[in-house]
């Protein structure tokens, strides 16, 4: 059953008409747990509050496959302002960014110009910029495009990788030799099994096995996840390996464990909170659901709340 539904709402979130729907009516069905607001100011409020506490961020101002040049345009621009407001208001966070919000499904070269201009601007104003990993269909193109950015920008940017990919062991260990700031996260879109684990269990194996494998290869890791199993077992590996608080942290999604959060603090690690923000919901919002199937109580409970 939780297989079922995991299907069905990876499926809906690549529904265009639902996802223009969404963005019209705005944030709905309880998707406020997972997304701080629609614009900015709301995004600049939640991360003050998480650096408050501890927390650094990373703000993504949602989108996803986008197909018209405008929207890349301006998705681009918005990306740019967002650098700079969290200038002005001096906070602590870097970005990430999706290359199919930047018009990578329009054109390669087109997306390129455009994440190349936000790289500048967070090198200008001192930031870092990750590239989320989207599904297997835009791999490839987001390797070469993320090589490209890094030969020019080395310390300002950084990509993640899922646990899920066969391909995903070798693709690490070059990463691992340039020196490549990864996010290794376990993956969160629907593949088939030719390239990905059909298997969870096998996922969790890979998962801890690209953990050690990056955590020692001297580059640094975002360790992406809310397993508590993963977790204690990293806690310890990194313990052993005595591995230096500069080269790893942990990350987790805004609106998910956090408590786990805040203790990890407590115990003294780095944390960093997956902020996302903007009227561009939905798709973000069907894969946290298919994440853990039983998040559709709250949105039946958001949807009888008066
Ligand atoms: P799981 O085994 O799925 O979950 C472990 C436990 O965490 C669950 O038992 C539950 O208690 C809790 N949990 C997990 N998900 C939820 C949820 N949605 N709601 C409530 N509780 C939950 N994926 C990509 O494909 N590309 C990316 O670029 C990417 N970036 C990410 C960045 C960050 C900071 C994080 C934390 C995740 C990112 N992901 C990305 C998503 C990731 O691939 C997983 O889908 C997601 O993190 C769930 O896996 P898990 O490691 O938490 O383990």
Known sequence: MEAIMRNLFLTMAKSQTANRLAKRY???????????????????????????????????H?????????????????CIQTLDVVKE??????????????????D?????????KIVSRAAENGYFVRIDMEDYA???TTFRLFHKLHAEFPNQIGLAIQACLHKS???????????????????????????????KTDVDKQFI??????????????????????IHHIKQFIEKQDIPKERYEFQMLYGIRTQLQLNLVKEGYP????????????????????????????????????
């Not at 709905?28 to 961020?57: C, M, P, W, Y």
């Not at 960014?97 to 018009?103: A, N, S, V």
């Not at 944390?271 to 996302?276: A, E, T």
């Open 26 to 60: 705005g944030l709905r069905f309880g998707a406020q747990r997972f997304v701080a607001g629609e614009s900015i100011k709301h995004a600049v409020k939640t991360t003050q509050q998480l650096n408050d506490q501890g927390l650094k961020v990373t703000l993504d």
């Open 62 to 78: 949602l989108g996803e496959s986008v197909y018209t040049r405008d929207e890349a345009a301006q998705a681009t621009a918005d």
């Open 89 to 106: 208001a001096n906070l602590d966070m870097y970005l990430s960014i999706k290359l199919t919000q930047l018009g990578l499904d329009i």
């Open 108 to 116: 390669e070269n087109l997306c390129y110009d455009h994440a190349r």
């Open 138 to 140: 835009h791999n490839a």
């Open 169 to 199: 062991k070798q693709d690490l260990a070059e990463l691992g030799k340039k020196g490549v700031n990864v996010r290794l996260v376990k993956g969160a879109y629907k593949e088939s099994s030719e390239v990905a684990f059909p298997d």
């Open 209 to 230: 096995d690209l953990l050690e494998q990056h955590l020692t290869s001297g580059s640094f890791t975002a360790i992406a996840t809310h397993d508590e199993t993963v």
């Open 271 to 306: 944390v960093r909170v997956y902020v996302p923000f903007g009227t561009d919901w939905y798709a973000y919002f069907m894969r946290r659901l298919a994440e853990r199937p039983a998040n559709v109580s709250f949105v039946l409970r958001s949807m009888f709340k008066k």
